[in-house]
């Protein structure tokens, strides 16, 4: 499923996006501020969670299988994300999603 980056004040929204962004410090506090974790939707509307890409120097000396685990319990109650291309917040609910 694709999630659906709105319009937002004076900016356009990005449209369809495939994943979206979600912070680490809600579940992780100052250990995982600034960490990203990738979210995406498939069909059967289940989350999937990766580490986002480029924070490897930070995340190598993390547990992070720990934490993609606590991530994936986390969006589950999580109502917004951020879109990967402007940053401004994409709801995390299925009902809010188009499927592919």
Same mark, same amino acid.
């Given at each position: 499923?694709?999630?659906?980056?709105?319009?937002?004040?004076?900016?356009?929204?990005?449209?369809?996006?495939? *994943? =979206?962004?979600? $912070?680490? #410090?809600?579940?992780?506090?100052?250990?995982? $501020?600034? &960490? *990203?974790?990738?979210?995406?939707?498939?069909?059967?509307?289940?989350?999937?969670? =990766?580490?986002?890409?480029?924070? $490897?120097? #930070?995340?190598?000396?993390?547990?992070?299988?720990?934490?993609?685990?606590?991530?994936? %319990? #986390? &969006?589950? !109650? #999580?109502?917004?994300? %951020?879109?990967?291309?402007?940053? $401004?917040? &994409? !709801?995390?609910?299925? %009902?809010?999603? &188009?499927?592919?």
């Amino acid at each position: 499923m694709k999630f659906i980056c709105e319009d937002f004040e004076d900016k356009k929204g990005c449209g369809q996006i495939d *994943y =979206v962004l979600m $912070e680490g #410090y809600g579940f992780g506090d100052r250990m995982l $501020e600034d &960490v *990203y974790f990738k979210v995406t939707l498939n069909d059967d509307k289940e989350y999937t969670v =990766v580490e986002a890409e480029g924070q $490897e120097d #930070y995340t190598q000396q993390l547990n992070m299988k720990y934490w993609i685990k606590e991530a994936h %319990e #986390y &969006v589950k !109650s #999580y109502d917004f994300a %951020e879109c990967p291309h402007c940053r $401004e917040d &994409v !709801s995390l609910a299925p %009902e809010s999603c &188009v499927k592919n």
